[in-house]
């Protein structure tokens, strides 16, 4: 459903495989591989390692950093709101 958005922002067809695929692929540079981390440990469990937060501000700032978060919890939220009521 984003692929096409995503492609429209830059994304390449190999990247967009590759978040297919469990694990982070190499091919993603230091700021996607940190965000991707964070999408991944929200999602799977939730709670996401200090260590995670500490590098994402590192790269992007405490605001940035505040704002990746906020998406990903919006996305999960709106997935699990859409599965619960099988829509």
Not at 44 to 58: A, F, G, P
């Amino acid at each position: 459903m984003h692929k096409p958005a995503y492609l429209a922002a830059g994304g390449t067809e190999e990247k967009c495989e590759a978040l297919r695929a469990d694990g982070i692929d190499p091919l993603f540079d230091e700021p996607e591989r940190a965000l991707l981390d964070l999408t991944d440990q929200s999602t799977r469990t939730v709670e996401v390692d200090e260590r995670t937060i500490d590098r994402l501000k590192s790269l992007f700032g405490e605001q940035q950093t505040v704002e990746a978060v906020a998406t990903v919890a919006a996305y999960n939220m709106v997935s699990r709101f859409l599965v619960a009521l099988a829509i």
